[in-house]
């Protein structure tokens, strides 16, 4: 059992930093009725006066989620694929990398209006290359992360619907430690380090389809699920959990159509912001 405040505290910052929160950061349970010896109420205790408020007997409802937690402060990573001089996929005069930042900042400011805190890896339509992508996520160990593209099928111009994708089981983890321990001082032993990221690894999937069920559903579109994939923006982040999203197929002349248009963006934004919140709320 690694000992992670101590481990926190080796660590440099601001990675250091990001998992002091993990341990200090941890919102203190939502409110319940059970007392701390397990669910017995004392019977000593003297019901407080009747409220005039209360024109009801019936007991305020318990908190809908025992596992909720807040979301303010909370920290999100956004990507948004491509940029400059990569365009990502073009079609039918629509370019991805304009879907992929226009989506991206509304979802920022939709986040941030929720108290989370949204850190983009790009605010302008410039080259980003993927390892600075990863790196700057890797800087918040604390947060999740969550790149945004467009999908695109040469071969089936009717191909739709959203698909997410998570790391690849097959994914070296022994080359990913070597990499990770290379580049982050995770004093602590390899021990420490596997942990991080065999934890980040086990978290993607319920963040992956918190966004996938979210859009597929708001969007009306086929749900094509969650998949995996060796892809260099998830393999190099290492200590968050971290997901691709593919919002829609720009290769679909109805699609690309819909992504043209700021009331879908705006949509697609509102429901991935809504899938966050969620897991955000029960992670
Ligand atoms: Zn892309």
Redesign the pocket.
């Given at each position: 059992m690694p000992n992670w405040f101590k481990l926190a505290k080796l660590l440099r910052p601001p990675l250091a930093l990001g998992l002091a929160f993990l341990v200090a950061g941890c919102p203190p349970p939502a409110p319940s009725r059970s007392s701390p010896t397990g669910g017995r109420v004392a019977t000593t205790v003297t019901p407080p006066p009747p409220s005039p408020l209360a024109l009801s007997p019936e007991p305020e409802p318990l908190p809908a989620s025992p596992s909720w937690r807040p979301i303010t402060g909370r920290l999100v990573v956004l990507d948004a694929?491509?940029g400059g001089n990569d365009r990502?996929?073009s079609h039918f005069g629509v370019r991805?990398?304009d879907v992929?930042l226009d989506l991206v900042k509304r979802l920022a400011l939709r986040l941030e209006n929720q108290g989370i805190t949204v850190i983009l890896t790009r605010r302008q339509d410039v080259f980003l290359p993927l390892p600075e992508r990863s790196s700057i996520a890797n800087q918040y160990p604390q947060a999740i992360f969550v790149s945004i593209?467009?999908?695109?099928s040469t071969n089936n111009p009717a191909a739709t619907g959203v698909e997410t994708f998570v790391l690849s089981r097959q994914a070296d983890n022994a080359a990913r430690q070597a990499r990770a321990g290379k580049r982050y001082q995770v004093t602590g032993g390899d021990q420490a380090l596997a942990t991080l990221l065999a934890r980040s690894r086990e978290r993607a999937p319920a963040l992956a389809q918190a966004l996938q069920n979210t859009l597929a559903t708001r969007l009306g579109v086929p749900n094509r699920g969650v998949k995996q994939a060796d892809l260099a923006v998830l393999r190099e982040t290492f200590f968050c959990p971290a997901i691709l999203v593919?919002v829609g197929f720009i290769s679909n002349a109805t699609t690309a159509n819909q992504m043209a248009s700021a009331a879908w963006r705006g949509l697609a934004a509102e429901a991935l912001a809504e899938g966050i919140v969620d897991y955000l709320r029960k992670s």
């Open positions: 694929g491509h990502g996929a991805e990398k992929n593209h467009c999908n695109a593919e």
